[in-house]
């Protein structure tokens, strides 16, 4: 199968969903002729026009308020927000406003629109630029939220998310832009709320979210080598959350360890491994464990930044010591 | 009261007459409520306003769009709402516009055009703007209006979304009734230079307006709706209005920041009401008979509106996790 | 001792602070003559004056970036917000600007803020006045969260809050403002990070925030009844977390319910949960059970209204399943 | 070159000519350093703007208070800043003025009064409206200064912490440095009606300069610094620039979206060091050879730096879970 870049998978499920249905347009800073900093939408301008690929101002509660009032009126905005950072300041508009409207409105009004941002760090791009906040998205009932891991999530769960009523939020690492992956030519989409098994395995199940999947395959490999058969997992969506398929991964290998790029406390690792141990705790052989990012603003400095997020070594360390019960002390 | 250029119809003239009436007692019905103890929560009175809603809802299609705040029974019937579903989602009703979900600060009516009200002060800014937006997109022809407060002047998204309106020609009126007043604290403590100056800057045509004298306000709205349709918007309109009631039904000992001196001059020589039906007898558009009976037409409908919503059932409990998502119908299940 | 309630302890420990250092000020929207909706401030400014008392427009994001450059420049703003809700407006200034600043600025800038706000529902204020957003701002470093149970609580916690050199945010519960308890004459404060066990047990330990502590504890007097023994502590600070407590409480009793007001997916009683569970899991009888908010908006009709938050007779029941192993089939 | 009222003196020309030919050797070398690749991550120049800056900050006492940008290096070096601390912040090492935390986008020098760059774009705009509010309730007599791009003005902050400066009299200065545009637009696709007169709005005495003149620049600011310390605040400029290089150092193939005519146009004609050079030497203050003995100087300055803390340390990896909060030396511990 062709490979492409994330980038690409991107600006395909854009450009398809737009050629679909006409509602579809793009909102956001230097989206049109730029493409944006990343370059995700180069020549989507050039096909659509500035009427449906609509630079804005540096405007972000602004165009996010406008994204909202499009969706309650027939259009499907795909609201573009140049660093997941920025997400602070829409929190509003995006939780108090599109979250709610469908449940205030008694399902009278509608809001379908996505947000499209990313997350990550190790870019040397500093505190404010650097953040994973899907955490507290997901707090917010009314909200879907979708974390691609690879290109080809990236473009199902776009098609998907366009297609969706609901508001949703997506998170692309912008790390990734131009990993590539087998991506079909012929059309596909990715359901919300199915996690996919990258891997099976038998002694431990390592839970990722976005960047962190491909880090957990390579801890898993690794683990492979001193003959440890680790199952990985990536949830696809955050919520919808598929509990059911992680609840039996951890009823069969009765361990767990959820690897996620967001700050640890208070964030998805704690959700996912409270579900689990609610669901298969008399299956478990050790406490799952959680490997967020560190509870630190990320650093600038080369030398601190690496640190702050999830390793393989460390996954794999952390399994070892799991599967060993070495950890059976510490508790 | 303004001499409209264009002469009413006797229609249009009774409409809005009964439009403000039907305001003035819905909202005397709903504080009734709250003093008997029979709403939940509380609620934002618009009487003494009702010439902005209606001069402005009365240039509008049904298709048009409008987005309200906290203080919105007055816009939501002056859109074209409904007694019985307002006072039902008042009192928490399935019946209610929202199923009782929303309640007064979010009361919408999308059948009307009402995006609904707004418990953030400046919270649906973006929301008309984007209707306006789809307008633009769509060529629907549907104007936006947003109705705001003085208060809300101060939250910076509504500059963010006028420079974008101003920029794409987006046939948005904003509307800012001033009352004076946000909560307990007048406008001049709380909005340095001048309202419709701000607009301005940023290249929209803006009016003061004296807010009590509906046909003053129905006439600028007619023209200013008509060219927003054309593409010529948006508009910038200050309506020069006053709050009756305290901030909300509850706020009743209020001399510490409003004088009594103050409330009744407003009241005795400014009301809406009492200046049109003058204007109505004036003018010989009606009788002062007439008047009456419309008078108490409405009075019984709202009466009898607010026996049905206090008998009307609540939603059953099991919609409490429905209408999270449109496409899960018990999200919790 | 004598009682007070909750809004005359909050009034107490500002105008306390107030006098003894001049660089307190509060700054929001009708905090002068009115002294908030609440009334909570009633008298401060006649005593301080408008210097010190300051009103506000309706520029939530406005005021509290004023806050944060004065905290950065020698005062100490209390920054008065009138709703939780609305946090969603400051998100930027609090968590971008607030928390980072220490440490972006390696340790040279300080920003000793207070964020003063509310939380809780059942008061029929609809989905945008009656959210419990405590999760989301513990989320993030930086800042540190604290949550009054209490009269006694309010003031102590609150005078710590303005004598810290770091941002802390601190929700009170809406609807406990007129609720009394013993509160000394003579000054004193609450330290940060140290939970308190409010009633000693040994069947199984109940965990409550805010409000959700009385919850506890009306529930702990019912299982009394039923012959169970409950223990139940107040974290009294969410960040710093007093985890120690909280684990050998969960160590001694083997059985564990969080209940809090916010809602309950990505939210703290999973956070303490599973810290429960890696710290203590060899020890648990059962699951650690959390009871948060629903995962709705909350709905304004009565009818629907009250059963989105925890109640007494809820966690009774929850209680009484754990401690049976009734559970164990669910698992 | 605008003809000073007030007769400069040596010094205070000479300072402001080595400020200028200090930011743009700074920034020389950051780019070579991001084009040799020894730099981590992005930075943006402020090649072309040293006008503004330093007019600016030359009216300003140390005291005073200045809030920053992501383009932030020029305003930096302005407010007194060392090179050494400075290149070694931008390495990332230890003996930076962040300690390496904060990087190009959040250098701070709080002992030069500069509190900080901002990654976000308007985000220091409430931070050095508060930085005023201390000077006014402490008395100190402080300034603060607000830089920020044309693009921030679309940021709905601007006019929330403008309106309250205007309300409370507060002594800051918003300085917008309209270069043009934002990332990868113009400005007039961002920005309708009048930057000043948005500020006017609000009661707000404002003003438009030529910011590639630097004695015009420092002129209207030392007027305004103290008229601003003596109560009379706030005041509004808007200072019309240029950036030399692209958005950030990685935007090099920019036709697409700014013609090379134009940057050669800016450079050729109105460069702000070309143009107070020439008036150095007009008006006898300097000689050619002393003016090129100063800039070899600055250039061997900036070269020792540059070395220095390429060879300096990283801060040690324990770093990183200290300074999240004042009281806790390791959070992670
Ligand atoms: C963002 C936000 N801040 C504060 C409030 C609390 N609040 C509700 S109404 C109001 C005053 C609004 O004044 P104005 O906009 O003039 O409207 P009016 O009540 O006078 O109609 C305030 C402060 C709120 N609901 N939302
Ligand atoms: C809130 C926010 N939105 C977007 C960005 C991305 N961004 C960084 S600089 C910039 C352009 C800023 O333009 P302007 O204010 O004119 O400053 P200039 O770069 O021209 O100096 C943008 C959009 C950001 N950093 N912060
Ligand atoms: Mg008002
Ligand atoms: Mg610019």
Request: net charge negative.
């Amino acid at each position: 199968m062709r490979k492409i870049t994330l980038s690409k998978a991107v600006n395909e499920a854009l450009a398809e969903e737009m050629r679909h249905d006409e509602s579809v347009i793009i909102l956001g800073e230097d989206v049109a002729e730029a493409g944006t900093p990343f370059k995700v939408l180069s020549g989507l301008v050039e096909e659509f026009g500035t009427d449906r690929v609509i630079d804005t101002p540096i405007s972000e509660p602004g165009f996010m308020g406008i994204g909202v009032g499009a969706a309650m009126t027939g259009m499907r905005p795909v609201v573009d927000l140049m660093f997941g950072d920025f997400i602070f300041l829409i929190m509003d508009q995006l939780c108090n406003q599109a979250a709610k409207t469908h449940y205030m409105s008694g399902g009278k009004l509608n809001v379908p629109l996505v947000l499209r941002t990313n997350m990550g760090a190790t870019r040397r791009s500093a505190a404010q630029h650097s953040q994973s906040l899907h955490a507290i998205v997901a707090h917010i009932p009314g909200l879907k939220v979708a974390m691609p891991s690879s290109a080809y999530e990236a473009k199902g769960l776009l098609k998907t998310a366009i297609r969706d009523d609901n508001p949703v939020v997506i998170f692309e690492d912008k790390l990734m832009y131009q990993d590539s992956a087998e991506v079909p030519e012929e059309e596909y989409s990715i359901p919300f709320g199915e996690a996919c098994v990258k891997r099976e395995g038998t002694d431990i199940t390592l839970i990722g979210t976005s960047s962190m999947v491909q880090v957990c395959e390579k801890a898993a490999e690794m683990l492979q080598a001193v003959g440890i058969s680790a199952e990985v997992i990536d949830p696809r969506t955050i919520v919808p959350l598929d509990e059911k398929t992680l609840v039996e991964s951890a009823k069969k290998t009765g361990r767990v360890i959820v690897v996620d790029e967001g700050h640890q406390s208070f964030g998805v690792t704690s959700e996912i491994a409270s579900r689990i141990n609610e669901k298969a705790f008399y299956h478990l052989d050790a406490p799952t464990t959680r490997m967020g990012a560190m509870d630190v603003p990320i650093p600038f400095s080369p030398a601190l930044e690496d640190i702050t997020v999830p390793t393989p070594e460390r996954v794999f360390e952390q399994a070892k010591k799991l599967v060993s019960g070495e950890l059976i002390d510490a508790a | 009261m303004s001499n409209s250029k264009r002469k009413l119809s006797a229609d249009e003239a009774m409409r809005m007459f009964r439009q403000m009436v039907r305001i003035r007692t819905f909202e005397n019905n709903a504080n009734q409520l709250y003093l008997s103890a029979k709403m939940p929560g509380l609620t934002h009175m618009y009487s003494g306003e009702e010439a902005v809603a209606v001069g402005i809802c009365e240039a509008l299609l049904p298709t048009d769009k409008i987005t309200s705040t906290h203080r919105g029974h007055g816009h939501c019937v002056a859109k074209g709402a409904d007694f019985k579903a307002m006072f039902c989602e008042l009192l928490g009703k399935e019946e209610g516009y929202c199923r009782g979900k929303g309640g007064s600060m979010h009361i919408a009516d999308q059948s009307n055009g009402n995006l609904g009200a707004n418990a953030i002060v400046g919270g649906s800014m973006g929301i008309a703007t984007g209707a306006a937006l789809t307008s633009k997109l769509k060529k629907t022809g549907d104007v936006a209006v947003c109705f705001f407060g003085d208060g809300a002047t101060a939250q910076g998204l509504m500059y963010e979304v006028m420079n974008m309106a101003a920029l794409w020609n987006l046939p948005v009126i904003y509307a800012c009734e001033n009352n004076g007043y946000s909560e307990y604290t007048k406008t001049e403590e709380i909005a340095a230079g001048s309202i419709t100056a701000r607009a301005e800057a940023f290249g929209i045509e803006s009016y003061q307006v004296d807010g009590q004298d509906v046909i003053a306000v129905n006439e600028l709205s007619q023209k200013l709706v008509d060219r927003a349709r054309k593409g010529e918007g948006p508009f910038f309109l200050e309506l020069m209005t006053y709050r009756y009631h305290g901030h909300h039904v509850g706020d009743i000992n209020r001399e510490y920041y409003r004088a009594k001196d103050e409330e009744a001059d407003w009241k005795e020589n400014r009301d809406p009401i009492i200046r049109m039906r003058a204007w109505l007898v004036e003018n010989g558009y009606a009788t002062e008979e007439a008047l009456d009976e419309l008078h108490k037409e409405v009075t019984e409908d709202a009466e009898n509106a607010v026996e049905y919503a206090l008998n009307a059932p609540y939603p059953d409990v099991s919609e409490v996790d429905m209408h999270v998502y449109t496409d899960v119908k018990h999200v919790l299940a």
